[in-house]
C-alpha cells in the first residue's frame, strides 16, 4: 500500500501533536518559579504541620544553588526560621513541605519541597527538590502482577537508607508511626524497616476530635502512607508539596525509589514535635485515605486523589493450650513488590505477641494458608520451639519474598488466614550421637541403629532406626545420615543442585512449596550414593552407565550437570530437632561377614520396626 506525501505529512503532523499532548507541562510560571531564577539572598516562606491539622508557615532565606549536588538536578540550599525550627532543626516528617520564594515582581511562587538535611546539624538548615523536577514525574499505573524484565535485580535502596552521616546533605529519614505493637516486636523488626529508610516510632492511633472535618489535601498538609491497618498500623508520615487537579505531590525525595507504586494515602495528624540532637521528628497518625500514590521517584513521589488500592486481607487467631487465650486478628497489608512479605509477616508475628509476652519456655504449632494472585495457594503447617515467632515470620517472609521478587514474574499475594497454638514447654532435640549393630550389609538388606538425643531440659532418650537399602547399589562405600530438617535441606542441595535452578516462576513456586513441607518435629535419613547421575537443565537422569555419563559431562554445555541420587526417609518425632550423626556403610556383594563393627545390643525398651518393608523413597527428579 503506497501513501501520498500529503499523507504521510498529516500523519507525522497528527503523531506530533498527540506525543506534545502527552507531554504537557504541570508546570504554572505563574505560581511556580524554575531554579534558574533563584538567587541567593532571596526570601520567602515554608508550609508544614508541626500540630494537629492546622498548616503553619516558617521563614526560609536562600544561602545557595548547589549545581549538579544529584545527577542532573540541583538543590537549594535555605536557612529556616519561625515554628520553633531555630530549636529542632530540620525534622523528618516535614519532607515535602512546600517553598515559595518572592520574585523581582513581589510575586510569592513555589520553588520547591523541603527535602534534605544535615543530622546533628545546629542550625536550621535544609536542601529543596526544584518543583519543576517532580512536577515530570509521570503519572503511571501498576497491577499486582506486574511482571518483572528477566534477570533484573532488586530496585537498589534509596540513598536515605544509609547510616547517618553529620557530613552529608541527605534527604530526610520517613518516620513510622507505629500503634499495636509491643516493644520487644518493635526491637526485631526495627532494623528491617530501617532498611526500607522508615524509622519506627510507637506514636499510638489518631486522636483527633471525630466531630471535626478530616483535614484535605493541600500544600503544606500531612501526607500519610498507611502500609499496614487494622489490630496493628503502620502509617509512613510527610508532607504534600502541591495539588494539581486530582493529582498530588509530595516528600521532594524517593519513599522507597520502586518505580510505579501503588500504595493507599490519606491525610494526617501531627501530635507533636521531637526534638533530638541527631534528627528532630513529626509523631503523628494517619487520619482519613483518599487516594492512591502512583509514583515513586527520586525527586519525590505522586499520587491521585479517589478510591485507595485493594489490600492485602490477613486473618489470624491465636489460641493458647492451656485455655488462658483465644482471640482473632485481623490486618490489611498495602500492596508493594518487597515491602509486603515483611508486612504480612509483621502482621503475623504481631498477632503472636501483640495480646501478652510468650512464654518464657514455649512452642508454637502453626498452620497458615496462603493465597497468591495467579490463584496458587500455598499450606505452611509446621511447629518451631522457643523461637519467639521468628520461625514463623521467617517462613512466610522467605515464602512471600521468592514469590514476589523473583527474575520471571512478580507474584504477589492475595491473602493469608492461618492459626497458631502456643503451648506451654519448648518441645525440642538435639541429635547426641548415633551407633549401629553392623556397617556391612548386601544390597536389599535393612541397615538399622540407634540414635541418642536429648530433649530439651530433660534426659538422654534413644530412638531406634531402620534404613532399607535398593537393591541396586553397586559395591563401595556410602554415607548415611540422620539429622534435622535444616541439614536434610543442605545435604540435598549439595548432591542435587539442579534441583534448585529455577526458569520460571512456576518452578519458584514448586521450590518455595517443598522448602516449606519440612517439618521440624522429624528426623531425616539420607542414603548418599556415589555420583552416578547427570542433569541436563532441570531434567535429571539418573544411574547412566559411566561411559555415557562422561560422554554427557564432556558436551561443553554449561546446563550438564552431575549429581548424586540420594534415598530418604522420615521419622516423625514429638519434638522438633536438631543436629546430626553420620554413618559410613559398605556395600559388598561376596563378603559373607556380617558385622565390622562392635555388635551394640538395642536395650528392650527400645522398639525397632520389624522387616524389610519399610517405605524408602528416591527423592524425585524435576523434570523441565
Known amino acids: ?210 466531630d471535626q472535618p478530616a483535614p484535605k489535601f493541600e500544600p503544606g498538609s500531612v501526607l500519610a502512607v498507611p502500609l499496614l491497618t487494622g489490630d496493628l498500623n503502620l502509617s509512613a508520615i510527610g508532607t504534600v508539596t502541591e495539588v494539581i487537579g486530582d493529582r498530588i505531590f509530595g516528600f521532594g525525595h524517593p519513599f522507597n525509589s520502586e518505580g510505579p507504586i501503588s500504595l493507599p494515602m490519606g491525610t494526617g495528624q501531627i501530635h507533636t514535635i521531637i526534638p533530638s540532637l541527631e534528627m528532630s521528628f513529626k509523631l503523628g497518625s494517619a487520619a482519613k485515605l483518599g487516594g492512591t500514590l502512583t509514583a515513586d521517584q527520586m525527586v519525590g513521589v505522586s499520587g491521585k486523589i479517589g478510591p485507595t488500592p485493594v489490600g492485602i486481607p490477613i486473618n489470624m487467631r491465636v489460641t493458647y493450650a492451656d485455655g488462658s487465650s483465644d482471640l482473632p486478628y485481623r490486618f490489611v497489608a498495602a500492596l508493594h513488590p518487597r515491602m509486603t512479605p515483611m508486612l504480612c509477616a509483621l502482621a503475623v508475628q504481631a498477632s503472636v505477641t501483640s495480646n501478652k509476652e510468650l512464654p518464657q519456655f514455649h512452642t508454637l504449632n502453626y498452620d497458615i494458608g496462603v493465597e497468591f494472585a495467579n490463584g496458587k495457594t500455598l499450606s505452611i503447617k509446621n511447629i518451631a520451639a522457643d523461637v519467639n515467632a521468628d520461625g514463623v515470620f521467617d517462613e512466610v517472609a522467605m515464602a512471600l519474598a521468592l514469590m514476589a521478587d523473583n527474575p520471571f514474574d512478580r507474584v504477589m499475594v492475595k491473602s493469608i488466614e492461618g492459626t497458631v497454638k502456643v503451648s506451654n514447654g519448648v518441645k525440642s532435640a538435639t541429635i547426641l550421637s548415633g551407633s549401629m549393630p553392623k556397617l556391612m550389609f548386601h544390597p536389599g538388606e535393612v541397615a538399622s541403629g540407634v540414635l541418642r538425643y536429648r530433649p530439651f531440659h530433660s534426659t538422654e532418650r534413644s530412638m531406634a532406626f531402620e534404613m532399607p537399602l535398593p537393591s541396586d547399589l553397586p559395591d563401595g562405600q556410602y554415607r548415611l545420615v540422620a539429622c534435622d530438617w535444616a541439614n536434610n535441606f543442605s545435604e540435598m542441595r549439595m548432591s542435587q543442585p539442579f534441583r534448585y535452578d529455577t526458569s520460571s516462576a512456576a518452578d519458584v513456586f514448586d521450590l518455595v512449596k517443598e522448602m516449606t513441607s519440612y517439618r521440624r518435629d522429624a528426623v531425616y535419613l539420607r542414603l548418599i550414593r556415589q555420583a552416578d547421575g547427570v542433569a541436563f537443565g532441570r531434567l535429571a537422569m539418573p544411574r547412566l552407565p559411566s561411559s555415557r555419563r562422561q560422554v554427557m559431562l564432556s558436551s561443553g554445555r554449561s546446563n550438564v550437570t552431575s549429581y548424586t541420587t540420594t534415598h530418604a526417609r522420615v521419622i516423625p518425632t514429638e519434638f522438633v530437632m536438631q543436629g546430626t550423626a553420620e554413618f559410613t556403610i559398605t556395600i559388598d556383594r561376596s563378603s559373607h561377614v556380617e558385622n565390622v563393627a562392635p555388635k551394640t545390643p538395642v536395650p528392650a525398651h527400645i522398639k525397632v520396626p520389624a522387616g524389610p518393608k519399610i517405605p524408602l523413597k528416591t527423592e524425585p527428579a524435576p523434570r523441565g
Open 1 to 210: 500500500m503506497r501513501f501520498s506525501s500529503a499523507v504521510i505529512l498529516l500523519l507525522c503532523i497528527s503523531s506530533l501533536g498527540r506525543a506534545e499532548t502527552a507531554r504537557v507541562s504541570l508546570f504554572d510560571p505563574a505560581r511556580h518559579m524554575h531554579i534558574a531564577e533563584v538567587r541567593p539572598g532571596m526570601k520567602g516562606y515554608g508550609l508544614s504541620v508541626f500540630s494537629g491539622s492546622k498548616i503553619e508557615r516558617f521563614e526560609v532565606e536562600v544561602i545557595s544553588v548547589m549545581k549538579n549536588f544529584n545527577p542532573r538536578g540541583d538543590v537549594i540550599l535555605i536557612r529556616c526560621s519561625g515554628a520553633n525550627l531555630d530549636h529542632t532543626g530540620a525534622i523528618a516528617g516535614m519532607s515535602g513541605s512546600p517553598i515559595f520564594l518572592k520574585d523581582d515582581q513581589g510575586r510569592e511562587r513555589m520553588i520547591g519541597a523541603f527535602a534534605y538535611g544535615w543530622p546533628l546539624s545546629k542550625d536550621p538548615l535544609a536542601g529543596v527538590q526544584p518543583i519543576e523536577y517532580m512536577l515530570d514525574i509521570p503519572e503511571t499505573k501498576t497491577k499486582e502482577s506486574e511482571p518483572r524484565e528477566a534477570g533484573r535485580p532488586p530496585v537498589p535502596a534509596a540513598e536515605d537508607h544509609r547510616p547517618a552521616d553529620a557530613t552529608r546533605l541527605q534527604p530526610l529519614a520517613t518516620p513510622l508511626m507505629v500503634s499495636g505493637l509491643s516493644g520487644p516486636t518493635l526491637d526485631h523488626f526495627t532494623p528491617l524497616l530501617e532498611k526500607y529508610g522508615l524509622h519506627p516510632m510507637q506514636a499510638g492511633a489518631g486522636s483527633g476530635d471525630p
